[in-house]
Structure formats: structure tokens, C-alpha cells
């Protein structure tokens, strides 16, 4: 099983979702960087659910940091942060074990692991085990800020709605019929200069998305225009470009600050696609793979009626984590720190 990513700087996530606890290491950051912790923990406050709109699971995330810091700051060893799991409710997903749900990782995770996976809650295919990746990310952004880079990730729509209220309302009346609803969001990365990335299986594009993928839930991304370039002509989406001081600028941003794979200094966007939670309580088709033969679930459990809000932090820690790696791949890993 592929746990870690990157390449100077490195997370690997371990854990499962109603095991003993869940959690990352984080290695290849410099020493000296300063740790916030309250930041890390508004970080996890983020992802975790929220009113009506979410799962009722309410884990704490009261995370443990084990090594790589001291007395406030990395020490430049490997970063181990733990998160407990409190509020698991097992005996829901007893069913699971041979039931697969739709859509969900049930039935792949048994072909490829033979039966010997932990399906309690989706076990380590879970959307839980993002947390780990939220409080890995509150370890980057900030030193990233600090250089000048920002990255955001905001809700650009959910079930086609793209007005908070009537966002709010496609939930609600999906959670009312047991069904969930899926969405799309908008991330951009400011500040990061041009040069970064390299042409062909290292582009820019490839490493977000290879991260990005990683999400459980995420079927989809396009960076700038996207699938729009696909009915226009090369004179309408063409970013010309113009010299502003000693920087080099495009009038628009089509391509989404990537060219050739590498950045060219415009904002990094890309909008990712979040799939309805596969997970709900309406009646579907499946199988018992145990009997095989053909049945029914009404999936058991709590579950989120959409996940879109709650993956917003989610793919901007991924994506922080991925730009900061390609940052210092390319001018070192001191540089984050200076």
C-alpha cells in the first residue's frame, strides 16, 4: 500500500477510521520553522462537521504532536502528529463486511487486500484519514505565508447551486431522502514565482493531481479554463502577455498559472469536482460477496450528506504540501525556513 508522497519534503498518513487513532509523519522540513499550534487545531476545526449539514460523528481532534518539534519549532527530524478516534460507533458496519456499497471502496479494498482490511467505517479509505493531511498542511501554510504564497480553496457550487442558501437547501432536503449531493471547488495558489515544475511526469498539474486524487470522494480537476478550452479558438484563450516592471504578466489566466508544466507566475487555479457521499441511507442494489449473490443495503451508520464543505481544507492542505515540496526541490529545503 502507497501511504507517502513528495519528494524532498514527504507525508505518509497511517491509520484507520475507527482505529485507535489516525495520523501523519511529515518529513524533509527544515529546522526553525515555527509551530502554531492553535493554528493546526482551527485547521482541524475546519474540516471537522458541522450543524445539520454534516455527519453527526463528532471526533475532538485533539492531535498529539510526538516528535520534530521542540520548544515551538521543527528541529529538521521527521514530523509525527497523532489524532485520536473517539467517536466511532463499530457495530454500524457490521453489515459492511460483506454488503458492498455502492460506489463506495467496500468491494475494491476487499479484492485487493483479500478480506483482511479493517471495514469499520471505511477503515483506511476512509474520509477520517484526512484529518491527518489537514494538520500535516497547518505545518506548511504557514511557512508559506511567511514567502509570500497563499493558498485558498473556496465552494464554487453544490448540487448546481452556487448561492450559500440555496447550497445550504440542496443538503437538507437530500439528507431528508437519505440520498447526498456532490459539488465543485475553486483553489488558487498566489504568490509562487515563475519556473517551478518540470515538463513532462513532474508537471505542476500532474503532481497536484496525482495529491488531489488522493482525496477520497474527488473524481475530477481542471486547472484555468479546463474543459472550456475545448470550443474556442487559440485567439480567444491565447494568455498574451505584457511587461510590467521587472515581471513578466499574462492579461488573462486561462491556462491557470501553468505552462509546459511549470508555473509562469499568473495564480495557480484549478477546480475539483467532489463526488455525492456514496454512503447513504436509501435503498440501493449491491452484493453479498460472501454468499454471492444479489441484495439490498440501506447503509447503516452516519454519514455526510455532502462532504464538499468539509473538503475545502482538505484540498488546500494537499495542495500546500505539493507546492511546498516542488518549492524546495527547486531552491532547497532551508529556503522555507530563511
Known sequence: MKNTIGN????????ESHGKAIGAV?????????????YIASQLTRRRPKDALSTPRQEKDEYSILSGVFEGRTTGTPICITIP???????????????MRPSHADYTANCRYNGFQDYRGGGHFSGRITAALV????????????????????????AG???EEKRNAKILAAKAEGDSVGGVLETAVTGIPAGVGEPWFDTVEGMLSHAVFSIPAVKGI??????????????????????????????????????????????????????????????????????????????????????????????????????ADMLVSKYGTDWLAK
Open 85 to 99: 478516534n473517539a467517536d466511532t460507533h463499530s457495530k454500524d458496519y457490521g453489515e459492511m463486511q460483506y454488503k
Open 222 to 323: 481542471e486547472f484555468g479554463l479546463g474543459f472550456g478550452f475545448a470550443d474556442k479558438m487559440g485567439s480567444e484563450v491565447n494568455d498574451q502577455m505584457y511587461v510590467d516592471g521587472d515581471n513578466v504578466k499574462c492579461y488573462t489566466n486561462n491556462n491557470g498559472g501553468i505552462i509546459g508544466g511549470i508555473t509562469n507566475g499568473m495564480p495557480i487555479t484549478f477546480n475539483t469536482v467532489i463526488k455525492p457521499t456514496p454512503t447513504i441511507s436509501k435503498e440501493q442494489n449491491t452484493v453479498d460477496i460472501i454468499k454471492m449473490e444479489n441484495t439490498t443495503i440501506s447503509a447503516r451508520g452516519r454519514h455526510d450528506p455532502c462532504i464538499v464543505h468539509r473538503a475545502a481544507v482538505v484540498v488546500e492542505s494537499v495542495t500546500a504540501l505539493v507546492i
Open 8 to 15: 524532498s519534503l514527504t507525508v505518509t498518513l497511517f491509520g
Open 135 to 158: 494538520a500535516a498542511g497547518a505545518f506548511v501554510i504557514p511557512a508559506l505565508n511567511k514567502k509570500g504564497i497563499c493558498v485558498s480553496t473556496k465552494i464554487k457550487s453544490i
Open 26 to 38: 511529515l518529513d524533509g522540513m527544515p529546522s526553525g520553522i515555527e509551530v502554531d499550534e492553535e
Open 161 to 163: 447551486e452556487t448561492a
